[in-house]
């Protein structure tokens, strides 16, 4: 299978597709896919009389630190468990790690620090009953499985205060008294839970503003025009569009994701051309010339695959219900690209309202005419105008980070109007990874974004490959709080329209 053409973003070895809506990051629409709006809230019963008693299963969702009899001794990390209600008395658990801030062997004190990782299933509780007492202890009768590796048991919940519990194996409550005597204070015992601060995958926006919807289709051969052409467009009169292709690592093969905000009504056509330059000269010119041609007709460019040498598929998408036309402008640079310099190119294409939708593709061959003819192959930054956005962009330019330090930037970036919409910017061959930034004049939203430390293809514990069933529960767990994935699997932000955070192709046209 061929891969797509200078992909931005690679997740797993896989290319994952950018995306540039409407609003802050698109100016080929007035308004976003999903408006910026927050869900429409009914409002409350005129008379909605004395609250529901709550359910068993609700006295025991939210965050809590699961024991370890070393803590303290060799570290300060503890597995946090976050329990979410599946019926009115079951509860699945989802296990992430968190620490300490400070470790004075053998004390923990301080704040919880998150790894930040993707929770993996763990603690599963069931047919919980009513609660009981015994010896002064109230206990809950439960069936619990205490990892996915382990047959559910008979299990005693014994509350030890208003905001600690423990589980006990077996079904004789005579035992209780005696059994907690034997464990170690609740932080320091496997068995036993401590209600905390909120977990890091447990987190939500401080405003919801729509919820994601997800499909994964099996991964089509990008060669194949017509088919990928069909499954785009299939969907795409469904409001998908395509948020990755061909994610590795899946064992069942649905590697293609589509993503919609569940409140849009935008449906989506795809075209796709053939493009077949003379020499790799004038790839580049072809390219610009085929954008222009497709722009004409309503078509902003999407993406592009080598499917071999001089032989290229350019696939084009349009907003059903936003219709533009689309025009293309490019600048260059030498091939070690100063950062000021960048900017300052940048902010001058932004200022006459063109958006940067490609940089890292190279002029080849013979222009004299570039730079005097004194640099080999240098680099082009190609720049979308919309006739449906009338503001202008700005752009800045941070060094590499790593993503607990992005996590601070990218929301200290968004207060002052500037959303992520590339990792991937490389000025020389030691330079690389860096992270641009981009304001737009017409988008007064402040999206909120959300970063983990590690991919959403990564393997559980009990697992070497990602299962397909372990990505919908950890995409699942996110979108009900409201966040989207952004094509930088680590970042998820709470508007559609900030899903893009790689360059070189778009996902919103």
């Known amino acids: 299978?061929?891969?797509?053409?200078?992909?931005?973003?690679?997740?797993?070895?896989?290319?994952?597709?950018?995306?540039?809506?409407?609003?802050?990051?698109?100016?080929?629409?007035?308004?976003?896919?999903?408006?910026?709006?927050?869900?429409?809230?009914?409002?409350?019963?005129?008379?909605?009389?004395?609250?529901?008693?709550?359910?068993?299963?609700?006295?025991?969702?939210?965050?809590?630190?699961?024991?370890?009899?070393?803590?303290?001794?060799?570290?300060?990390?503890?597995?946090?468990?976050?329990?979410t209600k599946t019926a009115k008395n079951a509860l699945q658990g989802s296990l992430e790690r968190t620490r300490f801030e400070t470790h004075n062997k053998p004390d923990c004190?301080?704040?919880?620090?998150?790894?930040?990782?993707?929770?993996?299933?763990?603690?599963?509780?069931?047919?919980?009953?009513?609660?009981?007492?015994?010896?002064?202890?109230?206990?809950?009768?439960?069936?619990?499985?205490?990892?996915?590796?382990?047959?559910?048991?008979?299990?005693?919940?014994?509350?030890?205060g208003s905001d600690s519990f423990c589980l006990m194996q077996g079904n004789q409550p005579s035992n209780i008294k005696t059994w907690i005597e034997t464990q170690n204070t609740p932080l320091k015992s496997y068995n036993c839970y401590t209600r905390s601060s909120e977990a890091f995958t447990a987190i939500k926006p401080g405003k919801k503003i729509d919820q994601p919807l997800y499909l994964f289709e099996k991964t089509i051969n990008t060669d194949n025009k017509t088919l990928f052409v069909n499954q785009l467009n299939e969907l795409g009169r469904k409001g998908y569009v395509m948020l990755a292709h061909n994610w590795q690592g899946l064992r069942e093969n649905f590697g293609t994701v589509f993503i919609k905000a569940q409140s849009s009504q935008d449906t989506f056509t795809y075209v796709a051309s053939d493009l077949t330059p003379a020499d790799s000269a004038s790839y580049y010119f072809d390219w610009f010339n085929l954008l222009t041609a497709q722009g004409k007709q309503g078509y902003a460019f999407n993406y592009g695959v080598n499917v071999s040498t001089l032989k290229y598929i350019e696939y084009f998408i349009k907003n059903d219900q936003k219709p533009a036309t689309y025009s293309y402008e490019r600048t260059y640079f030498q091939p070690v690209t100063d950062a000021n310099d960048l900017i300052a190119q940048l902010n001058a294409l932004g200022s006459k309202g063109c958006r940067l939708i490609d940089f890292g593709r190279y002029y080849t061959g013979s222009h004299p005419d570039i730079f005097d003819g004194k640099q080999n192959q240098p680099k082009i930054a190609t720049c979308m105008n919309s006739s449906t956005h009338h503001g202008k962009y700005n752009y800045r330019f941070f060094s590499s980070r790593t993503n607990t330090q992005l996590d601070s930037l990218i929301n200290q970036q968004s207060k002052e109007g500037y959303r992520l919409i590339s990792s991937k910017?490389?000025?020389?061959?030691?330079?690389?990874?860096?992270?641009?930034?981009?304001?737009?004049?017409?988008?007064?939203?402040?999206?909120?974004?959300?970063?983990?430390?590690?991919?959403?293809?990564?393997?559980?514990?009990?697992?070497?490959?990602?299962?397909?069933?372990?990505i919908k529960n950890r995409l699942s767990a996110q979108s009900q709080h409201g966040w989207f994935m952004t094509q930088n699997p680590n970042v998820y932000s709470n508007s559609a329209v900030a899903i893009q955070t790689e360059l070189n192709a778009s996902i919103y046209p």
């Open 1 to 83: 299978m061929n891969t797509l053409f200078q992909s931005g973003l690679l997740v797993a070895s896989a290319l994952l597709l950018t995306a540039c809506g409407g609003g802050g990051d698109s100016q080929t629409q007035s308004a976003p896919p999903d408006s910026h709006t927050p869900v429409p809230d009914p409002g409350p019963d005129p008379d909605p009389g004395p609250p529901p008693a709550p359910e068993t299963a609700d006295l025991f969702v939210g965050s809590w630190l699961q024991g370890k009899s070393t803590l303290g001794s060799t570290n300060c990390i503890l597995d946090q468990i976050v329990l």
């Open 109 to 160: 004190t301080g704040g919880l620090v998150s790894e930040r990782k993707y929770a993996i299933d763990n603690l599963n509780l069931k047919n919980i009953q009513a609660a009981e007492t015994a010896d002064g202890y109230t206990y809950h009768h439960v069936t619990a499985q205490r990892q996915p590796s382990l047959d559910p048991a008979a299990y005693l919940l014994v509350k030890t």
């Open 425 to 470: 910017i490389s000025l020389s061959s030691t330079s690389n990874d860096n992270h641009l930034f981009m304001k737009d004049s017409e988008d007064t939203f402040l999206p909120e974004y959300k970063v983990f430390s590690d991919s959403i293809v990564s393997p559980d514990l009990n697992s070497s490959e990602p299962v397909l069933a372990d």
